[in-house]
């Protein structure tokens, strides 16, 4: 068994550690998070670091990197930057990863060097009001219409819709509506008939929530991810992407409980009441420990999931466990953080609310937890 890190790859979370400590001051997350707003200004820092060609190799204009590299990326930027994630997973995620699992070889030479720049930034519109995690029902149609086809219908909660110049959207394609008959469709924001509305949340505020509307939005046979063959085969290319979603929000969730660690272990050390440091008093060091002990297992379940997928061996089973595993003991460990900084850690003007914010999305996102039970479930032979 070996738990090293190649010297690349240690090399490029360095890199990573030391890239955000340069260009992201510690409040500049708090701030952009009250203000709602992405940080278009740190995007050219961004694609100098690779990070938005992280999944394809340097012949399509990426970075090359694997299934480790995405982790550790997803992981880093979660600690120290809430700012560079945000400019980060979206693109390098929906668009960049989407298109090299399932683009063709032309919509991967035209693309990916464009995502890889930070020209083409996707968004991915699964979700619908009557078709959350009962996915395959989704009810906005793609119609054919001569060469091209005409979409009608409606997303929610899309993330990063403003932002993007492209989404990646899963459509109905099929006459009676069965789960055979999905396709998905490389659609320009821009496109007529295509509008957005914010929608109001409670955390991760860098990147916007939206509901979706098509009216007539007319695209190409040329818009399918994939091309025209892969007409109704959007289910099945959704599928090749799950278990890298799940790995990859494991990490981001590992990071964000890290983060959370530290800034209590720091702030313990330093806050005294009853003339000592409250660090020095064992039910605080009880809840301090424990948080390190969530963290790290989330960080080896992950890192195990990881190692699976880029040794091409099966990791349904260890991706569902991560996910599972990370985003419930980050929601844990963000709310012990609070618990140790008292009042402080309610109070905006500490970073520790926001990780307690954002944390909860984690057993919501990509596939919610019990979703994530169920697919366990199956691997049991259970369903
Ligand atoms: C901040 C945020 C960002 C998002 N970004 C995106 C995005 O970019 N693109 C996108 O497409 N979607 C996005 N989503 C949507 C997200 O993927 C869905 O919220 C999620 O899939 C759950 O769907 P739902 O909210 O409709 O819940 P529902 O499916 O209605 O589920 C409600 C509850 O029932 C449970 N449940 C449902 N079915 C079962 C079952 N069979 N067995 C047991 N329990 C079940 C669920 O686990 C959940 O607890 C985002 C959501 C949020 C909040």
């Known amino acids: 068994m070996d738990f090293a890190f190649t010297k690349e790859q240690e090399a490029f979370r360095e890199m990573l550690r030391d890239f955000i400590k340069r260009e992201c001051p510690p409040d500049l997350d708090r701030r952009l998070d009250d203000e709602g707003r992405y940080p278009f200004e740190l995007t050219e820092k961004v694609v100098d670091t690779g990070l938005l060609g992280l999944p394809f190799p340097e012949v399509y204009g990426g970075s090359g990197g694997g299934p480790m590299e995405f982790v550790i990326a997803a992981e880093e930027t979660a600690y120290g930057s809430a700012a560079v994630a945000a400019i980060f997973i979206l693109p390098a995620f929906f668009a960049g990863e989407m298109l090299y699992m399932n683009g063709s070889e032309e919509q991967k030479r035209t693309w990916l060097p464009k995502v890889a720049r930070g020209e083409v930034r996707g968004c991915f519109g699964l979700t619908e009001p009557n078709a959350g995690s009962d996915a395959v029902h989704i009810e906005t149609r793609a119609t054919q219409d001569g060469d091209g086809f005409v979409i009608n219908g409606q997303k929610t909660m899309i993330s990063g819709v403003d932002v993007a110049t492209h989404m990646m959207l899963a459509t109905n394609t099929s006459p009676g509506g069965d789960y055979s008959g999905m396709t998905l469709f490389m659609v320009p924001t821009s496109a007529a008939g295509f509008t957005h509305r914010r929608m109001g949340k409670i955390g991760s505020e860098i990147i916007g929530l939206f509901e979706v509307f098509f009216d007539n939005v007319h695209v190409s046979q040329e818009n399918i991810i994939g091309g025209p063959e892969m007409l109704n085969q959007g289910w099945l290319q959704l599928m090749k992407q ?137 691997e049991l032979g259970l369903i």
């Open 242 to 378: 799950l278990d890298m979603e799940r790995i990859m929000i494991a990490a981001q969730y590992t990071g964000l409980a890290a983060r959370a660690t530290d800034d209590a272990v720091e702030y313990a050390k330093e806050r005294k009441q009853f003339g000592k440091t409250i660090g020095s008093y064992q039910m605080i060091q009880s809840l301090l420990a424990d948080m390190t002990v969530g963290t790290q297992t989330s960080r080896l379940m992950t890192y195990y999931a990881a190692w699976l997928k880029a040794n091409d061996m099966p990791c349904n089973l260890a991706a569902s466990q991560a996910k599972i595993y990370a985003t419930e003991t980050a929601r844990t460990v963000c709310l012990n953080g609070m618990q140790v900084m008292g009042g402080y850690g309610y109070l905006r003007e500490f970073d520790m609310q926001r990780l307690v914010r954002d944390s909860l999305l984690g057993p919501i996102g990509g596939g919610t937890n019990q979703i994530q039970r169920l697919i366990i479930a199956r």
